[in-house]
């Protein structure tokens, strides 16, 4: 496994960068952030995508399932300024449609590890409300490392790309030749189960009466600068154009989205 993914004040501080630097921006073509502006982000982890909110001064919510991310987010903010504009919680999302609305939602890397997706983005709009937006940032399933396979022990695994495409039995036998973990090839294997592609996304957004406001297909993830300093790249537009085939050289899609009125 990647220092990175041990190092959660490295992964922390790695996703303040690519928020600050890209996200916001991008959500701003479409939403003014001000310090009146109240934010949720569902599946926070230890809140790092919340931290150039914070800083601005937002109204800002995190919610995810693991306590212990909760639990080390709040040690990592004991001492911001803004402590009291914060509230994480450690909780099932589906049990929280008592959180508000929201002007702002953002899913970022967390839509394709959400079991029936379908169900999801017609429960969350309980945290809308007319101008409400919301921002999705995820890898494509068929990208070269749509599996997360970067969280494996095994080096060779967690740099070799494609390999999460094969068939279930073949998949796992390839992890546990390599000497994975069950708990791992678990987590793997749900991630296989939830991976979503492009053109599945929007077929989910246009059934729940979804409409697109921004969408920018990259080549380059925009988290690679920070992670392996390399700049941003987006899509070619006659590939982002190809159904399908973009999804296989597409490491990362963000959207901004609205419910349609």
């Known amino acids: 496994m990647h220092q990175r993914h041990r190092d959660k004040w490295q992964y922390f501080n790695e996703q303040a960068y690519t928020t600050r630097k890209y996200v916001i921006p991008y959500i701003e073509r479409h939403c003014k952030i001000t310090q009146e502006t109240t934010v949720l982000e569902i599946g926070c982890g230890e809140g790092g995508n919340l931290l150039p909110f914070l800083d601005f001064g937002c109204m800002v919510t995190g919610i995810d399932l693991s306590k212990g991310k909760i639990d080390k987010g709040n040690e990592f903010y004991s001492s911001h300024k803004n402590l009291s504009k914060l509230t994480l919680i450690a909780d099932n999302i589906y049990n929280r449609n008592d959180l508000g609305k929201f002007d ?119 988290n690679y600068e920070v992670k392996f300093k390399i700049k941003p790249i987006k899509q070619i537009r006659v590939i982002a154009a190809i159904p399908w085939f973009r999804n296989f050289v597409t490491t990362c899609a963000y959207y901004v989205v609205q419910p349609m009125t």
């Not at 036998?173 to 592609?197: D, H, P, Q, W, Y």
């Open 104 to 222: 702002v939602i953002i899913l970022r890397d967390v839509i394709e590890h959400i079991p029936d997706q379908n169900f999801f983005m017609e429960y969350f709009k309980c945290f809308f409300h007319e101008k409400s937006i919301v921002f999705f940032g995820f890898p494509p399933w068929q990208n070269p490392f749509g599996g997360h396979q970067q969280v494996c022990q095994s080096r060779f695994l967690a740099k070799l790309p494609f390999f999460h495409i094969f068939p279930d039995p073949i998949y796992k036998k390839v992890l546990k030749l390599f000497g994975e973990k069950n708990e791992t090839i678990k987590g793997l294997l749900e991630i296989k189960k939830t991976g979503i592609s492009i053109e599945r996304f929007e077929s989910i957004l246009e059934e729940n009466k979804f409409k697109i406001i921004g969408k920018t297909l990259f080549f380059i993830n925009p």
